[in-house]
């Protein structure tokens, strides 16, 4: 089975700052996706960004990048140039690549960004 | 493009009464839908998931259910409500050939 760590509860950032969130996962599957979402008070599940396993390169979404790790099996989010609007609960998540594959959400990191 | 709709936005029942919350999506055809359970201060656990009308599956045995009466319709019940069935519930959905899933805005469900 497969499951998702996120080690870090709680975080806490100034604007302008850099900020990376970790995740680790466990699986034996070598296709799946993993993603990081948003939640911010609202509690409005948000996409931030996608990663594939089979691609080599980091994704990246503006100021939210990845250091993707196949083999040691971590996914952290780098959030440049902190902004309070960033201020929300992270999640990350797995999900192989078959249809109907549901997401598999680590239990997340509350991020304050503060001025 | 694609608009994911979820009510009511927040519920209060007693204890033992029964439940229906819903799900629908606009502007796809055959979405896989899913109902997840978020705790208070915690991640999102999968209820139940669907690949077509009338197709559903559960992953945690309780005493709630869900139907697919509709391509884009998902619905969870309960013919009795327990305490521990409060929580925030989000219904999604996502493109068979993709994987990213798309969120509603959620159910702040309360049991008394």
Redesign the interface.
């Known amino acids: 089975a497969q499951t998702v760590t996120q080690s870090q509860p709680e975080m806490s950032v100034q604007e302008a700052e850099t900020v990376t969130l970790s995740c680790t996962y466990d699986t034996s599957e070598n296709n799946y996706y993993l993603f990081w979402y948003k939640q911010p008070p609202s509690r409005q599940m948000i996409l931030v960004i996608r990663q594939e396993a089979y691609k080599q390169q980091n994704a990246t979404e503006n100021r939210f990048s990845v250091n993707f790790q196949k083999a040691a099996k971590s996914f952290s989010l780098k959030i440049s140039d902190s902004q309070l609007g960033d201020t929300a609960m992270y999640f990350c998540a797995f999900s192989r690549r078959q249809a109907g594959t549901a997401l598999i959400f680590g239990k997340g990191t509350t991020l304050s960004v503060s001025s | 493009s694609q608009t994911i709709h979820q009510w009511p936005a927040t519920l209060v029942q007693p204890v033992g009464s029964p439940l229906s919350l819903e799900c629908t999506v606009e502007g796809t055809s055959n979405p896989?839908l899913?109902w997840y359970r978020q705790a208070a201060g915690?991640?999102?656990q999968?209820l139940f998931?669907s690949?077509g009308i009338g197709q559903i599956?559960s992953?945690v045995p309780q005493n709630l259910s869900a139907s697919r009466p509709q391509d884009r319709q998902f619905i969870l019940s309960s013919k009795k409500l327990l305490l521990s069935d409060s929580g925030?519930y989000?219904c999604?959905w996502r493109e068979?050939?993709y994987?990213?899933?798309?969120?509603g805005?959620?159910t702040?469900l309360t049991v008394l």
């Open positions: 896989n899913y915690r991640g999102l999968l998931y690949v599956s992953e925030f989000l999604a068979p050939s994987n990213e899933q798309f969120f805005p959620g702040r």
